[in-house]
């Protein structure tokens, strides 16, 4: 009987150890916010990279893609190239990772490169396209969500800042397209928002214009007696949110 409740103990712990280690296993090496962006080095349809070093201090986004010749991943890379300049712009260096090997990239650039998308000229592509046959990059990146080891999930966009910090992280199942307005306007909000002890906040919906909010109460009473024209830069909704007039 005693032998009987070791062995069941046994199972037991061993079951709860499995269920633990697929937990963590699923999750473990997706870099989070403020996390180090992982580095890797691959072959592109623009040359070999060395990621993030190569891009220096610019702002950089990762978009992943399952495969190529997809129809949603096709009309988000068309988007992205004819906002290539915009993002330019913002300093952004934009990278696209695909599991398809750098033969069928080059094929599939080439082919986007001839449509026509959505009344818009057909445009060149500037940014690489990774070769990520191996899953280097999305394992790298926690894009092989486990327990069902497939390339369904990558599907994932980070922006890195340019102290190669993970700023922000959006994953999108496989039938949905990307807003890439949106990610442009949290590039924007980020570059915006600033960081260190000068940082504002932006509100929900916010967009470029927009008043912004400020983490703290924004003077005190010594500073508005030495400048009493500090009351008009500042307004607050409540008690708890105080924005800062643009």
């Known amino acids: 009987m005693k032998n009987r409740l070791v062995l069941f103990s046994f199972l037991v712990l061993l079951l709860c150890s499995g269920n633990l280690w697929s937990q963590n296993k699923s999750t473990a090496n ?7 962006a992982p580095s890797f080095t691959a072959e592109t349809t623009s040359g070999t990279l060395n990621f993030p070093g190569d891009y220096g201090r610019n702002w ?6 399952p495969r190529d010749f997809t129809p949603v991943c096709s009309s988000e890379i068309l ?9 330019a712009k913002l300093n952004v260096k934009l990278v696209i990772v695909s599991t398809d090997t ?3 990239h080059f094929l599939w650039k080439q082919d986007l ?5 959505k ?3 057909p445009v060149k592509i500037n940014f690489p396209l990774v070769d990520d046959n191996r899953l280097v990059v999305s394992k790298e990146y926690g894009m092989l969500h486990m327990p069902v080891s497939t390339t369904k999930d990558v599907r994932g966009v980070f922006i890195i800042n340019p102290q190669n910090k993970i700023e922000a992280i959006y994953f999108y199942p496989m039938n949905i397209g990307r807003n890439m307005e949106e990610i442009k306007r949290t590039v924007i909000a980020l570059q915006t928002a600033g960081t260190g002890k000068d940082r504002f906040l932006t509100p929900a919906n916010w967009q470029v214009g927009d008043d912004l909010l400020v983490p703290q109460f924004p003077y005190t ?15 607050n909704v409540g008690s708890f949110m105080w924005f800062k007039m643009i």
Not at 222 to 234: C, G, H, I, S, V
């Open 30 to 36: 997706i870099p989070m916010i403020g996390d180090d």
């Open 60 to 65: 950089k986004i990762i978009f992943s893609h």
């Open 79 to 87: 988007t992205l190239a004819h906002m290539q300049d915009e993002f």
């Open 102 to 104: 750098l033969e069928r």
């Open 113 to 117: 490169e001839s449509l026509a998308y």
């Open 119 to 121: 009344d818009n000229a």
């Open 221 to 235: 009473d010594k500073q508005l007696q030495a400048n009493p024209d500090l009351k008009y830069a500042y307004y």
